[in-house]
């Protein structure tokens, strides 16, 4: 996940390739609370893993559902042992549910119905998020429900229900606002209809239907066969009991897939290089934004489907603007909005007003995020119409306010194919954890762009100036790659040294060949990887040292070094630290700076390093051996170590780290092309 304040996403020229996409978020916290509730333990795969999921986990354990392993792992089911309808009798407790709609909703509802002592809760936006219809329909039945801050909104206080009124008389619910309200009930009240049918009725128009359909399918799995009478009534036959079906696969998440059959449409001519393979969902989807598809396909873009695949491709090109209801599919609606930006005309997205109580104001935010790209737009009370910028020229390059809505993040990542080639800023990347935290992982994996688009920022400088704790945090603050070129050698030498090779010419270009190879990832705590191989301090061994003068003295090994440092640029962006990096390695690069510090200075701080690690030092023999290291260094015959003429130079001599940091992003930042006129 990209946890920094901003992520720059360099403009973008094409995608292809595979990707396979996290569970569904609706699937997985209906799945888990039915589970909880159900006789019996339920075995999981595939399930989520982000934040809707784990506030809905936590709150499941707070009311004494055995869950193992404690939170989702990577590969591995989870396994939820129910409740069999009945809460513990300690159960009682305040559960924070984040921004979660799908666990706010139904949880408050299946407590209500189980009684207790319960403070439902969450972040800010959630107390902007309407649960009054949930909350009148659960009142008709008996259920103890208050508002502790505004009325028909959370938080919540649940306390014991009395049923005793309870009679034939259907519930009646309002869909008008969010279908949760409907799918919390009909996953609540099976618990109450041990005895006698109960009718739930929709009082006016339904919106997100589909939603309703998912609820359905699964109440089916954990043996509740809801009549559905034309989604206007719902009965739960009389004896419905929760029963686990042993074991449950989750669907890969459709609205979160929206994103990359957006990304297949729009990316170059479709060509076998040129095409996105989404893995976990088909079109036999029980989630109904699966019918994104239908919207893609009516803008031009081409796609083919099987069991739990798509593949999609660019079919016309500019897409074709639409005009189209989207209340079956709200949350991938966001990504037409988008895509629109690619069209031949206006786009009209109708019959979204949910759109305004969700994780934002969506209408207003995809409203002023578009116009700030150039388009023109108009927004309504229940639709949004946006015509793309006249032009190549009208494109803006913008940093996009997130609003906390992973939606809004992720669907702008998609400007970034805009044909002026202008990178798009998204502030706040992490706010995707939502639904899907390493999105812009899968999407940098997919995506291609132009060599000299992604940026590079070198730190050079001679030995000891803090060079490799300013790169890692420089990187660490862009979320870009990191090189520590000056370790590649010693990677080389070890891994040479392990493989049996000799280290001589004998075998120099099978070292070549391996060095090119050679899974190495450097981290923001500077530490080195080799595969999953923490080699850090393998690496500083005096016999490391050797071996890395010598896999040095090879020109093979010396080439294919250069190759692998070039590799390291990839999106979104690259932070090199060494000695020749802005003067041999990346002479094109938009920012190189010298860092140095006087010698005696940088052998104090040596001095210091050595100290805090129990090592004894002699400052006159650290500041001697520098003075030599560094003639060397600048009198070597190849890439000597010199300022690149167009670099900035920086003596931290006087500076914290803190202030080299803030220097060279304000360099950095001074730099870009976002928000200017
Ligand atoms: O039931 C669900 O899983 C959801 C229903 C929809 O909400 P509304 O019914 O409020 O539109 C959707 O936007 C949300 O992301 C998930
Ligand atoms: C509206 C959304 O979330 P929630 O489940 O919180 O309603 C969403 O994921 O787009």
New binding site residues.
């Given amino acids: 996940m990209f946890n920094t304040e901003f992520l720059d996403i360099p403009a973008l020229d094409s995608a292809n390739g595979t990707v396979s996409l996290p569970g569904s978020?609706?699937i997985s916290?209906?799945v888990l609370l039915l589970a909880a509730l159900s006789q019996g333990t339920t075995t999981i795969h595939d399930l989520l893993d982000s934040d809707d999921t784990r506030v809905m986990l936590a709150g499941l354990q707070q009311l004494g559902c055995r869950i193992t392993p404690s939170n989702v792992a990577p590969g591995q089911p989870l396994q939820i042992t129910g409740i069999d309808g009945f809460l513990p009798n300690n159960a009682r407790g305040q559960l924070f549910l984040g921004n979660a709609?799908?666990a706010m909703r139904p949880l408050t509802a299946a407590l209500a119905v189980l009684g207790g002592d319960f403070e439902m809760t969450g972040v800010p936006r959630m107390y902007e998020r309407p649960i009054g219809d949930l909350v009148d329909a659960l009142r008709q039945l008996g259920c103890a429900i208050d508002y502790l801050k505004d009325e028909g909104f959370p938080p919540l206080k649940i306390g014991q229900p009395d049923f005793s009124q309870l009679g034939d008389a259907p519930i009646q619910v309002r869909g008008d606002?969010?279908?949760?309200f409907l799918?919390s009930l009909l996953m609540a009240l099976p618990l109450l209809a041990t005895d006698r049918d109960i009718t739930i009725e929709v009082v006016g128009e339904l919106?997100?239907k589909p939603?309703i359909h998912?609820?359905l399918e699964l109440l089916a799995r954990f043996g509740i066969a809801v009549k559905n009478d034309n989604w206007q009534r719902f009965v739960i036959p009389a004896g419905s009991r929760y029963q686990s079906p042993g074991s449950i696969h989750v669907e890969a998440d459709a609205?979160s897939a929206s994103y990359f059959i957006a990304l297949g449409a729009i990316t170059a001519d479709a060509t076998e290089q040129n095409s996105i393979k989404i893995l976990g969902v088909g079109k036999d989807s029980i989630q109904g934004d699966i019918r994104f598809i239908e919207a893609a396909q009516a803008m031009g873009a081409q796609v083919e489907s099987g069991p739990n695949w798509l593949q999609v491709s660019r079919g016309v090109w500019p897409l074709k603007a639409i005009d189209l209801d989207c209340n079956h599919i709200?949350?991938a609606a966001m990504t037409l909005g988008v895509m629109a930006l690619y069209a031949n005309g206006t786009t009209t997205l109708r019959n979204i007003a949910?759109w305004r109580?969700?994780e934002t104001d969506r209408i207003a935010a995809m409203a002023i995020e578009l116009r700030k790209l150039g388009a023109t737009v108009e927004e309504g009370a229940d639709y949004i119409r946006i015509t793309p910028p006249a032009s190549k020229q009208a494109w803006k390059a913008a940093s996009i306010h997130t609003y906390d809505d992973h939606r809004v993040a992720m669907c702008f990542s998609l400007a970034a194919f805009n044909p002026a080639k202008l990178p798009v800023r998204i502030e706040d990347p992490k706010c995707v954890a939502k639904t899907f935290p390493d999105y812009f992982e899968a999407l940098f994996s997919l995506c291609e762009t132009e060599r000299e688009r992604i940026p590079v920022i070198c730190i050079d400088g001679p030995t000891a100036s803090g060079k490799g704790t300013i790169a890692a945090e420089v990187a660490k603050a862009l979320g870009y790659q990191l090189l520590d070129s000056g370790a590649l050698y010693r990677i080389t030498g070890l891994a040479a040294s392990r493989a049996g090779l000799a280290l001589d010419e004998s075998s120099e270009e099978t070292i070549a060949e391996m060095a090119l190879e050679m899974p190495v990832r450097f981290d923001a705590q500077q530490r080195v990887w080799l595969g999953d191989e923490d080699i850090s301090l393998a690496i500083r061994s005096e016999e490391a040292g050797m071996n890395a003068s010598r896999v040095s003295a090879l020109p093979a090994v010396r080439s294919a070094l250069v190759d692998l440092q070039l590799a390291f640029q990839h999106l979104p962006g690259l932070v090199a630290d060494g000695r020749d990096m802005g003067t041999v390695i990346f002479p094109h690069a938009p920012l190189k700076v010298y860092l140095w510090a006087s010698a005696q200075c940088r052998a104090e701080r040596r001095y210091k390093q050595l100290i805090s690690k129990g090592i004894s030092a002699n400052i006159s023999t650290l500041l001697a051996d520098l003075e030599a290291r560094d003639a060397r260094d600048m009198n070597r015959a190849t890439a000597p170590l010199k300022p690149a003429e167009d670099s900035l130079q920086l003596d931290s001599s006087q500076m914290t780290i803190e202030e080299v940091v803030a220097q060279v992003l304000s360099w950095w930042q001074e730099r870009q092309l976002f928000g200017r006129a």
């Fill in positions: 978020k609706s916290n209906r709609g799908t606002v969010s279908s949760q799918t919106i997100s939603y998912i609820t609205s709200p949350d949910s109580v969700k």
